[in-house]
């Protein structure tokens, strides 16, 4: 373990796991935990389910599902940004060669 990385206890529905990550990501990982267990909370008062391993396949279900829509919407952004620049670039240089 370097000297950037400490150990933390997560609790993920119900169950304990030992980590070790950069002091600079704890909050992060605390803040996804929170985020997994209260998904997994909502999920357990929703639906009908067997045991955990259903409520977290749905919980990450609905997390992938979501990343796979950040990043189409982060795909579509980026390319509308770089159509943008492009159009301004040229502008600048309709401009510049006008002079």
């Known amino acids: ?13 119900e169950r304990s796991y030992r980590m070790v990550v950069k002091k600079t990501d704890e909050k992060k ?3 996804a935990a929170e985020k997994i267990n209260e998904s997994v909370k909502s999920h357990k008062q929703a639906y009908d389910y067997r045991d955990y391993q259903d409520l977290l396949s749905m919980v990450c279900l609905q ?3 979501l990343n796979v829509k950040y990043e189409s919407d982060a795909a579509y ?7 943008k620049l492009d159009e301004m670039s040229d502008l600048l240089n309709e401009n510049i060669n006008a002079k």
Not at 77 to 83: I, N, R, T, V
């Open 63 to 65: 997390l992938a599902t």
């Open 1 to 13: 373990m370097s000297e950037d990385e400490i150990r933390i206890n997560v609790t993920i529905a």
């Open 77 to 83: 952004k980026d390319q509308y940004l770089e159509q």
């Open 29 to 31: 990982v605390m803040q």
